[in-house]
């Protein structure tokens, strides 16, 4: 049994329906402050918890046999981080903590972390490869080093086998349609593109049109959240003989310009833009090197075509559930 903890979130949903769609059986914990239930598959068993609770997670492993655990339970906005730091260090240090603590006890040493290419900072150089020094400017993206750190700690005394997945920037939703990405505030510039084009949002603002790059505005790389899901599974069946961190990205920038255009391509609308100052912390360009992942678990994204990666969320946006 995989304990998907964070299950019921953007990343985790999908993750979860690929996992039962791969024949395992899974059982999703969330405390559903930022996760949808309805976003969680029928075909899981659902566990209303939280990390900061000790006690609900040592039910939750009382009452399962966990054999791994996926973790994505985190509070993941960079703002807020910034204003309130202990909220980011208490949820998801001292949660991920509790949850190692939890594993330790019941013997179960295997898991699979959601980190970030914000562990990264500022880049020194692209395409980033996972040897790039790790300098975060935002404590959440602190706590996710952090995190990682702890992990080879926990690795040297007790043996815990880990990969930390770095994610650049997940976009799209199902291809079936049926689970999608839903964040309250969106803050994301794919959905909030798609905002603007059915009206729902008056217009996109463009964060900068100076950066050095070939149309101004910032290059990041666009991975398809079901190239992720896939990442997890495969991380999940590498661990009896890997532990370590691994990017995931398609290696090719897009930028803010080209997604507007993307998208206006897709929907067969306009798109409303609106030119507004630089958003603080904001690297001109980030793009992974995903020479990693391909070696070591064997994975190719199948989506490259950022049309294709926006078709999937702009279904999803015009047909949502929740
Ligand atoms: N962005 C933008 N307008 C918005 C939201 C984002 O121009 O309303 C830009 C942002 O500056 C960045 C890119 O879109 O260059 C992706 O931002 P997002 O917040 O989606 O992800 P991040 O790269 O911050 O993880």
């Known amino acids: 049994m995989i304990l998907v903890f964070g299950g019921a979130g953007y990343i985790g949903s ?4 690929h996992l039962l769609d791969n024949g395992y059986q899974v059982v999703v914990a969330d ?7 309805e976003a969680v598959d029928k075909r899981a068993v659902f566990e209303h918890a939280d990390l900061l609770d000790k006690f609900s997670l040592q039910q939750l492993f009382r009452k399962h046999k966990i054999d791994a655990v996926i973790h994505f339970a985190a509070f993941a906005y960079v703002g807020e981080s910034v204003a309130e730091p ?7 240090v001292v949660g991920t903590v509790n949850l190692l603590n939890v594993m330790m006890e019941n013997n179960v ?3 699979v972390f959601s980190s970030t290419c914000a562990t990264y900072g500022e880049p020194e150089y692209t395409p980033i490869d996972e040897l790039h020094p790790q300098n ?6 602190r706590t996710k080093l952090m995190i990682e750190q702890i992990f080879a700690d926990y690795e040297r005394a007790y043996g815990l086998r880990h990969i930390a997945l770095r994610y650049f920037n997940a976009a799209g939703c199902a291809a079936n349609g049926s689970i999608g990405e839903s964040h309250t505030p969106e803050t994301h510039l794919i959905p909030l593109v798609l905002k603007a084009i059915t009206g729902e949002r008056k217009s996109i603002s463009v ?10 505005t910032c290059i990041r790389d666009y991975i398809h959240v079901e190239d992720l899901a896939l990442a997890h599974r495969l991380a999940l069946e590498k661990l009896p003989v890997y532990s370590g961190c691994i990017n995931l990205g398609t290696g090719i920038g897009t930028s803010v310009k080209e997604i507007i255009l993307a998208a206006e391509e897709v929907s067969g609308k306009k798109c409303p833009v609106e030119y ?3 958003r603080a912390g904001d690297p001109a360009r980030l ?4 020479r990693k992942a391909k070696e070591i678990l064997g994975w190719e994204p199948a989506y490259k075509n950022i049309k294709d990666i926006i078709q999937t969320a702009w279904n999803w946006e015009i047909n949502r559930r929740f």
């Open 14 to 17: 999908h993750t979860v329906k």
């Open 31 to 37: 405390n559903l402050i930022y996760g949808h239930r």
């Open 86 to 92: 202990q909220k980011y260090y208490f949820n998801n």
């Open 109 to 111: 040493k295997d898991i």
């Open 136 to 141: 975060p400017i935002n404590p959440y993206g």
């Open 207 to 216: 964060f900068g049109t100076d950066y050095d790059t070939p149309d101004g």
């Open 276 to 278: 507004a100052d630089r």
């Open 287 to 290: 793009f992974a090197d995903n």
